[in-house]
């Protein structure tokens, strides 16, 4: 992790206690000056993956910047009387680094989704960010991802948005950050909300930290993500009780 921000452990992760508004002049800056930069946004689910996956939380640990994305990282925070400011989530990062990327002409390779909301994400990034040059735009179904390795090479792009969901996309950046000296971040489903095959909940929903329940309704398949919830409490309560 590199050092700009303080953080805060929650389980095994370290995030940084900081707000988007500031962040994100950080990553632009760290863009503009090609240095190469893994985000992980991470939630309580990928919370409780890491912790029971030292692998994969080793390689998150690897990463410049671990944001916290979901109120459950929030409370598990504030049960740790640390609290931290905000979410950061990785859709909004994602979206306004597109926006910064649109209107300072820099390029971005995406990465993952299915091939039919890749189809109708083209005209989308297109449309909503005129400015930004498409460095590669392709499916997460693939079965060899070094011609993948070798174009994303190739092109050099600044930002490289992995949608393939974790724990995938934060091993591919593990694995392949260093071919360029960009920006690289998984954004999990975020191009089938970028996409509209997905909808993400009403500004109200979000506000009152209940996006989570309007995409569960919506989406039920989506219950298993907030099964971790409880066990992921009693672990940091058990993690607050030791540092007492
Ligand atoms: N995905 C992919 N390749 C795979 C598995 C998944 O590209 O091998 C995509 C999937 O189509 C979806 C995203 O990864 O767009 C995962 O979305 P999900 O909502 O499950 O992830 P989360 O937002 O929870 O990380």
Redesign the pocket.
Known sequence: MQTTFPTVTVLDLPFVKTTAAALLPVLQQRISDRQNTFVVTANPEIAMYAHEHADYRDLLLSADFITPDGVGILDGAKILKQPLPERITGFDTLQALLAWGSDHHRSAYFL???PA?IAQLKPILARDYPGLVIAGIR???FQDAAPIVADIEAQQPDMVFA????P?QEQFIHQHRHVTKGLWMGV?????VLAGAVVRAPKFWQDHHLEWFYRTVKEPKRLK?IAVIPHYLHLVRQQAKRQQ
């Open positions: 993952g989704a299915k909301v499916d997460g179904y949608a393939l969901g974790f995938k999990g489903g975020s191009f089938d993500r």
